[in-house]
């Protein structure tokens, strides 16, 4: 697609503006400040792409353009309304980026085709996905991008990494992990239920010892409390006895001791004729005793209260026969079980015994497996790749080492100082040889005066012309005369020393000439001409050794890149049968943990349903626990009523069954031999009283014969007042017998029998009233704290009892792990679907990786001709396989990485690898313009020519719009198109197009 013109009808500053740029020549266009540049800028864009979301208002244009296939067209925008019409007049309302350049963006336009020079810096654009879709794929890479972002965002609908996420995976894995915290808390209801038993069967033993301590400490309590009641009439007998010792000690008897005596006469008639008449009516009638007309005597409250619960016995009977009832079906229903499970498949045992089972730590076991199975198939599809090695084939002759490559180099430049030395000698001896001999010098003249003053001064001497001193002076001039004659030898000799030396360095030159020589593999050089030949067949052998050095170095790199790859294989081998053994390990601890806790040998994964079919055989086996405690508690009842009934049964003597309906009838019996008792119980009073009658008339009897013996005795007396004396006495004597008798008679009554009135009366005697009071209340205390003991382990017994019902028919962990089996199968259908998106993803990614591996060296083996083309074949371009890494190398092979690039050097590589993209996009998709903006900002002259040269080149075949605001810039580039005899060039001022296009051919 070419622009070929721009109608800005209403846009910015410009009004009804045209402009007809060509289509084969690189077009610049500057504009100062406020000339509307940018706003010709913007116009561009808009048109391709449409106004921008709240920049449509006031604002229409049109634009002509022609495709690749020749079709021209004209686009219009009005404000909101875009269209466009074909040659014959047809219209579209379609965008042109969806219509014909596979869903292009602004953004992506702008980072590729309308460069500006904040666009340039960087390779982030390399590596985005949308780019790389469109620029370094072949066609149809968009459409993958495209397909990939969906997959993504399925793949996000359903899971995002977030603990707070609200993504269906994600809401089930909290609810399932909610669910597991419940069925947890609910698992330990199996604990409390033994934990129940157990208590229940302490507070049953707790109840038992408490009611028989109860029972000891009332029948303590009640005969302390005999005994209390019995200690006033003990103080009364006290004071009786002190009475009657005290009238022992009386010996004066009364005064009308005969008309005692005529009274006691009287008196025994009477008591004779009373005895007589009550004989007769004991005689008349023999006592009965309680237990002959009752056998059971003692046993009537207990067979009262066995009566009255006689209903709840018949109640118990009939709850044991539905019990065991209950107990035969749960039999079947426990045996049948087995078979509705599909781990275990066979009938189950009722009688065998389930223990708890610590299902964490079968969890941590099967995760154990799991995680081995996963390291394991990850360690599978994870198996390196071993590269094969390249067969490099070396020309024999050719230098491979580099110490002999160095040795080389070395009697090359050797060679060459030689032979350049060797020349030098040569002319030096030329040189040499022309020079003329010198014999005598002023050396030798002057050394020949002083031989000649020193001969005459030892003459001088020797004749006496005069003294030391001449002498002296001709020892001086002797010596230097020599020293002079010397110099002068030697200046005569140094043309032959200069010529000898330069013989015998000529000779070793040659030597050291012809040892190099043999050992060059190519031919020497003679002289000094033949060097720039050398010198071409050294350059030609130091790039083949540096060509065969960087493959071997290549290879060195491949072979140690393959070494390291089969390491790496090795080492994963060696991980895979770690791995294996770790696996085989979990497997046996897993399998060792199924028989340990008698469960059927299943893989690990299917725990969950392990757990879920042992739970129902343990709230089944729980629901026998429960009628075989609810039995066992029955027949604990039934053997109460029975021991109950049987201690009444033994005492009738008869041999009877142990019934309730027996029971009933000895109840009945009990009834009626009651009322027969209280007949005779009647008789038996009347007769007690009749003897007790008779008791006391004998009593009487005998105390009128004891009265009238004393006052026979008394009658004896000597005296009158010895007789008054004495029967006072006795009178008083008499009648403290009398209520000793009488309160002695009244203890024997309160104790019931002589055998407990001795007793009674032998702890009376010990005085110890305040112990007794002491323990007596202490009892009391004891025996209320104890009702209330009893009380709280009755209740406490009850709500045991209760509980253990509640735990027996609780049915929620049933519903909560069916739930949690929901949740994993919903989880379960969900992450497939994540992993097939998360497959799908992965495909594409590679699909992309190929596609761009098509185009991708292309569009950067470009990019790299036009950086040779801008900066004159200095540089090189590398980009490594990620594209966020670019590197420069020079004519002499140094790598510089972007931290060193001037910035103008930065430019001119990012203007490229933008450039390549661009024609890249053309060629498989749609050529569209390049716009550039104000990009020679960081550029000296020399690189603005020489981009300006490339661009304009460029542009012969690709529609350009370079925009400048520098007046310079606009020079060069005119100076560049008239080299080149190409390029149009615009000026803008306030809105205005004030210069009109010119090309390099017309007068600029």
Known sequence: ??????????????????????????????????????????????????????????????????????????????????????????????????????????????????????????????????????????????????????????????????????????????????????????????????????????????????????????????????RLGAWEYYKKAKEIKRGLDLSKEVKVFPSNGKEQWNKLMGRMKVIHEQKEALQGKIDSYTPKQKEQIIPWVGLEQELEQLYVDLGQWKQTLLDGEDLSHQRDAWCKEHSHLGYTLSLWGEALNPSEEWKSINWEDGRLLAKGVSIRQNELHFWEQREPHIEELPDIQTDKGIITDEKEWNAFENNAI????????????????????????????????????????????????????????????????????????????????????????????????????????????????????????????????????????????????KKETIRQQEETHNQWKAEGELLKKAKTEAINRWEEWLTHNKLPVVPAE???????????????????????????????????????????????????????????????????????????????????????????????????????????????????????????????????????????????????????YHKLWTSLQTGQYDTWMTSYEQLK???????????????????????????????????????RQETISDLQMLLCDWMKYKYTDYFIAQAQKKYEIGKRPAVLKQANEFLQAMTANKYSLVVNEEGDDVVLVDKTHNRKNDRIWSSGTGDQVYLSIRLAMALAFGKQVETLPIVLDDIFVRFDEDRQRQTLRFLMELGKEQQIFLFTCHKRTMEIAQEVGKELQTGAFIRLQSGQVVTDFNTSSNNL
């Open 1 to 226: 697609m070419k622009i070929t013109d721009l109608q800005l009808e209403d846009y910015g500053i410009y009004k009804k503006v045209s402009i007809k740029p060509p289509q084969n020549q690189l077009v610049v266009v500057m504009g100062q400040n406020e000339s509307g540049k940018t706003t010709l800028l913007h116009f561009i864009r808009d048109m391709l792409f449409g106004f921008s979301r709240g920049n449509w208002k006031g604002r229409k244009g049109n634009m002509a353009f022609i495709r690749s296939n020749g079709d021209t067209y004209r686009l219009f925008r009005h404000e909101k309304d875009t269209c466009f019409i074909d040659a014959a007049n047809e219209k579209y309302t379609e965008e042109l980026p969806e219509l014909w350049w596979h869903g292009l963006t602004r953004s992506m336009y702008e980072h590729i085709f309308a460069v500006g020079l904040e666009d340039l810096q960087g390779t982030r654009l390399l590596t985005d996905e949308s780019v790389k879709s469109r620029f370094f794929m072949m066609q149809g890479g968009d459409h993958l991008n495209d397909a990939k972002e969906v997959v993504q965002k399925q793949m996000g609908d359903l899971l995002i990494a977030s603990l707070q996420g609200k993504r269906k995976i994600n809401m089930l894995l909290l609810k399932k992990r909610e669910l597991d915290q419940e069925i947890s808390l609910l698992s330990t209801q199996e604990t409390k239920f033994a934990v129940l038993q157990k208590r229940q069967s302490e507070v049953t033993e707790q109840l038992k010892t408490l009611k028989n301590d109860l029972k000891n400490k009332r029948d303590t309590y009640r005969a302390l409390g005999k």
């Open 414 to 557: 050797r060679l060459e100082e030689l032979i350049r030395e060797e020349s030098n000698l040569s002319k030096n001896l030329v040189i040499l040889r022309k020079e003329a001999e010198k014999k005598y010098t002023i050396w030798f003249w002057m050394g020949f005066v002083l031989l000649m003053v020193a001969t005459a001064g030892i003459g001088a001497f020797f004749a006496a012309f005069s003294g030391t001193i001449a002498l002296y002076i001709a020892a001086g001039c002797l010596g230097v005369g020599i020293f002079f004659l010397f110099i002068n030898a030697m200046i005569s000799r140094l043309k032959n020393n200069k010529l000898h030396k330069a013989l015998n360095a000529q000779s070793a030159l040659a030597g050291e000439r012809k040892n190099i020589v043999d050992e060059l593999p190519v031919e020497a050089p003679e002289s000094e001409e033949d060097l720039h030949t050398f010198h071409n067949v050294l350059q030609e052998m130091r790039s083949t050794f540096y060509q065969t050095q960087a493959s071997l170095q290549a290879l060195s790199w």
């Open 606 to 756: 299917k725990l969950s349903q392990l757990q879920e079919e042992w739970q129902k055989i343990y709230a089944s086996k729980g629901k026998g626990k429960i009628i075989d405690a609810l039995i066992e508690k029955n027949k604990k009842q039934l053997q109460v009523f029975e021991e109950r009934a049987i201690c009444i049964i033994n005492v009738t003597g008869v041999n009877l069954s142990v019934h309730p309906e027996t029971i009933a009838g000895i109840y009945e019996e009990n009834r009626n031999r009651s009322l027969q008792w209280q007949s005779i119980s009647e008789k038996n009073k009347q007769h007690e009283v009749f003897l007790s009658e008779m008791k006391k008339l004998e009593k009487d009897w005998n105390t009128c014969q004891k009265e009238m013996q004393t006052l026979m005795d008394f009658v004896h007396a000597t005296t009158a007042e010895e007789f008054a004396e004495r029967v006072t006495a006795h009178e008083h004597h008499d009648q403290l017998l009398k209520d000793w008798a009488n309160i002695k008679q009244d203890l024997r009554f309160y104790a019931g029998s002589d055998e407990e």
């Open 781 to 819: 205390v004891q025996i209320e704290e104890g009702d209330i003991q009893l009380a709280a382990l009755q209740k406490e017994a009850g709500a045991l009892e209760n509980e253990i019902f509640r735990l027996a028919k609780d049915e929620s962990i049933t519903k909560k792990l069916q739930e």
